[in-house]
């Protein structure tokens, strides 16, 4: 199994310019999440999805969108980047919803704004 | 107040030492407790859950205390390789797997 995987690893934007950050995961999960990471800080979760379909804003999600068409991928659009969005990062994805259940991390792309 | 707050560091041991990190959360109805671990410029991963009881995996010990909203993980025996920052992650309860995190202890084992 690969898990978790994203793509791309380094990107630079220009203000006003789109993306869409890639992740997708092998593991069947259900669960799969979308974080940032500015230095020195914690993570910040932005979306999240309970399944295909299903997608809700978690503590950060201005400036951003997602889908979930399949179980494997969640990809992360940035609308007009901004210098804040200037970030690491991290999506993951766990089994369920179990209390003691893991969330696996990709590798995290990391984002400059300029 | 920070929902988790740990002392950022860094923490400078030797190698064989002995260090402690302690981690406060704010949610009194948080019900699951883990510690992650971050290498530089790497994603996090799950060192361990911590349990009510206190749980321990080789040199790692993890305790919870309730009654004081703490966490805490124990180091013993460092080694080189257990230079990382250190994540402590609590649940949100009532939220689809929602987990807030600390901003981390670095640790840094000199040799």
């Known amino acids: 199994n690969a898990g978790v995987t994203q793509t791309p690893k380094f990107r630079i934007l220009k203000i006003g310019q789109s993306m869409t950050l890639q992740c997708a995961q092998d593991m069947n999960h259900n669960y799969m999440y979308w974080y940032r990471q500015d230095p020195g800080m914690g993570l910040k979760l932005i979306y999240y999805?309970?399944?295909?379909?299903?997608?809700d804003k978690g503590e950060v999600p201005n400036g951003y969108n997602v889908s979930r068409s399949t179980t494997e991928d969640f990809p992360l659009r940035l609308e007009l980047a901004a210098p804040s969005q200037t970030s690491v990062y991290f999506c993951a994805s766990s089994y369920s919803q179990g209390a003691r259940d893991t969330q696996y991390f990709g590798p995290g792309t990391r984002l400059t704004v300029l | 107040r920070k929902e988790v707050e740990q002392d950022p560091g860094p923490f400078n041991v030797p190698e064989g030492a002995t260090v402690a990190f302690n981690c406060t959360y704010s949610n009194s109805a948080s019900q699951s407790f883990f510690w992650y671990r971050q290498d530089c410029r790497k994603e996090p991963k799950l060192l361990m859950s911590?349990?009510?009881s206190g749980n321990e995996d080789g040199r790692f010990t993890a305790q919870l205390n309730r009654a004081s909203q703490y966490i805490s993980l124990l180091i013993r025996d460092s080694k080189l390789s257990d230079s990382a920052t250190y994540l402590c992650?609590?649940?949100?309860?009532?939220?689809?797997?929602?987990?807030?995190f600390g901003s981390g202890t670095q640790l840094t084992v000199l040799p």
């Open positions: 992650v609590v649940n949100e309860p009532g939220s689809a797997r929602q987990l807030t």
């Open positions: 999805s309970v399944g295909a379909g299903i997608t």
């Open positions: 911590v349990y009510s």
